[in-house]
C-alpha cells in the first residue's frame, strides 16, 4: 500500500482544447468561442476522440469502434452522417474549419493554418 500511495497520482484531463474550442468531459459540454454549442451523445463522444488526439487521423471503422463500441449495428455511412453533423455545429461560418476530411483515409481535427 505504502508503495502504491509513493507512486504520481495519475493526471485526468477534464478539459480538451484545441483552437478556440474547448470540450468539458466532466460536464460533457461544449464551448466554440463565447459560443455553447448543444451535442447528443454520440456527437458528443465522437468529438471528444477526434479531440483527445488532435492531427491523427481516424478510419471510418476505428470511429465505429471507439465511439459505438464493437458490438454495432451501423455502417461506415454513419460516422459521415455524424461527421457532417458536427461540422454543422462546430465548425459554422466565420470560424475557422478545426474537422478536416483525409481522402481515402479517414477524418482529424487541427488547428487551422
Do not use: C, M, N
Not at 505504502?2 to 474547448?22: E, W
Not at 449495428?73 to 478545426?98: G, M
Amino acid at each position: 500500500i505504502q508503495t502504491a500511495l509513493r507512486r504520481p497520482a495519475l493526471k485526468h484531463v477534464h478539459h480538451l482544447r484545441i483552437a478556440d474550442l474547448v470540450v468539458d468531459i466532466e460536464s460533457r459540454s461544449t464551448l466554440r468561442g463565447d459560443r455553447w454549442i448543444d451535442l447528443s451523445t454520440r456527437e458528443f463522444d465522437l468529438l471528444a476522440t477526434l479531440v483527445r488526439r488532435p492531427k491523427r487521423v481516424f478510419t471510418r471503422e476505428e470511429l465505429l469502434d471507439l465511439v459505438w463500441g464493437i458490438d454495432r449495428d451501423v455502417s461506415p455511412a454513419t460516422v459521415e452522417t455524424y461527421i457532417s453533423y458536427l461540422r454543422a455545429k462546430v465548425d459554422r461560418a466565420p470560424d475557422p474549419r478545426l474537422i478536416h476530411t483525409v481522402r481515402g483515409v479517414g477524418y482529424t481535427i487541427r488547428e487551422p493554418r
